[in-house]
């Protein structure tokens, strides 16, 4: 399945970040989600193999994410802040199938 | 935009009663549908979704969902549930097309929880 780490982050107001997806192997698509308190999961970016195809408004310039080589991704927040609070979440999917996508079990992330 | 409402936050049923959350979807054209169940400590898994044709769509754990055009919904339905039910119960549509090709948009979840 779609493994992400760490489980669970918690990190000092204006430090950096750097979160960890594994998708699928045979996967070519991968997307970025945030969950808050109540919500339901946020769209943040998505990748078609390494090529980062869209990114959301929520997207501010102090996230970055990254998919080398079309494996893994990683998604780094610099200088945190507390509303970046969130469970972070990944997911991928075929290129035979794009719509279904397989979710990893997130990541937590505190900033205090 | 496209938008996905699940009016009800929070229900609750006596296990073996029958089951359904709302959901109802904003969308210009023929929406890809699905529903997802996120249970505490896990991702979220798929149940079910809609694409095209028959609109009475079954998922896993005995779950279904009808999808009414002219409503702009798709229930999730079960006719008898488990305890193991318990959980949150999201709605989500596709973005779209072209280089929104994937992306869901979610509701809020409605949190179920089943009575023994």
């Known amino acids: 399945g779609v493994s992400q780490s760490p489980s669970n982050k918690v990190t000092e107001k204006g430090k950096d970040v750097e979160l960890r997806c594994d998708p699928i192997?045979?996967?070519?698509?991968l997307y970025w989600y945030r969950q808050t308190l109540g919500q339901g999961p946020e769209f943040l970016t998505y990748f078609q193999n390494e090529a980062q195809l869209e990114k959301s408004r929520l997207l501010s310039d102090r996230f970055s994410a990254e998919r080398p080589k079309g494996s893994f991704s990683t998604l780094e927040i610099q200088r945190t802040e507390q509303g970046d609070s969130a469970m972070y979440l990944c997911?991928?999917?075929?290129?035979?199938?794009?719509?279904?996508?397989?979710f990893g079990p997130g990541t937590r992330l505190t900033v205090t | 935009a496209q938008s996905v409402t699940q009016p009800d936050i929070h229900i609750t049923v006596s296990e073996g009663a029958s089951l359904e959350l709302r959901c109802n979807y904003s969308y210009g054209a023929t929406p890809y549908l699905f529903w997802y169940v996120q249970s505490p400590g896990q991702g979220l898994q798929l149940l079910l979704k809609y694409f095209s044709g028959d609109t009475l769509v079954q998922g896993i754990k005995g779950f279904e969902a009808e999808f009414k055009r002219s409503q702009s919904s798709f229930n999730l339905r079960k006719p008898s549930v488990q305890w193991s039910d318990t959980a949150e119960y999201f709605c989500?549509?596709?973005?779209?097309?072209?280089?929104?090709?994937?992306?869901?948009?979610f509701g809020k979840g409605t949190k179920l929880s089943v009575k023994p």
């Open positions: 997911a991928s999917s075929s290129w035979s199938d794009p719509y279904e996508q397989y």
């Open positions: 192997s045979e996967h070519n698509r």
């Open positions: 989500a549509v596709n973005a779209g097309y072209g280089g929104s090709q994937g992306n869901l948009i």
